[in-house]
């Protein structure tokens, strides 16, 4: 398959990457770096990655900012940051991608533990990976032949000594677990599903 991977080189991106190297043609995406760079918080961006890279068989984003702080300190300016990358960034994903599918092709997205149990100064990023779910299960609706999922995984290993404080009880996620989530949605068949990967 050839597949578009947004995010190839954060912490889970890398481990993705190098999994499905081994047996698909990968195009990385990135900000700043990979084969092509693209700000998925910009429709232009988005729509000018896909006429450069024309037809895939699988689109992947493990990629979105969401801004971390007490509620009271959020402006809504603040929230925007979550809305616009990894809220609208990836319904952005889902709607210029689909053009850009072979048949039988799928779009895998990316929230995490927060939309289902969110830890302090998460409000921003519990709600955008929240509606992400809402939005998997209802967009499948009305794509024929374009399955779309989501992996939401609990804090993972390779970032445990970044977030552990924000996590207290959380038992880190090994990396292998997390990748055979992505790996579920891309070469499996499931289809609107929120695939859970807990420790």
Known sequence: MKILLIGANGT?????????TKKHEIISVGKN????????????????MFQKIGKVDAIVNIA????WDKFENLSEDDFYIGIKSKLMGQVNLVKLGKDYLNKGGSI???????????VDKTTSAAMVNGAI????????????????NAVAADLVEDAKEKYEDYFPG??????????????KCIEGKINGEIVRILA
């Open 133 to 148: 779910h809402s939005f998997v299960k209802a967009v499948v609706l009305e794509l024929d032949g374009i399955r779309v």
């Open 64 to 67: 979105g900012d969401a801004k």
């Open 33 to 48: 770096s990979g084969d092509v760079q693209a700000d998925i918080s910009d429709f232009t961006s988005i729509e000018k």
């Open 12 to 20: 889970i991106g890398k481990k993705v990457s190098l999994r499905l």
């Open 170 to 183: 959380h038992t880190p996620v090994p990396m292998n677990k997390v990748v055979d989530g992505y790996i």
């Open 108 to 118: 895998t997205l990316t929230t995490g533990i927060l939309a289902d149990h969110p």
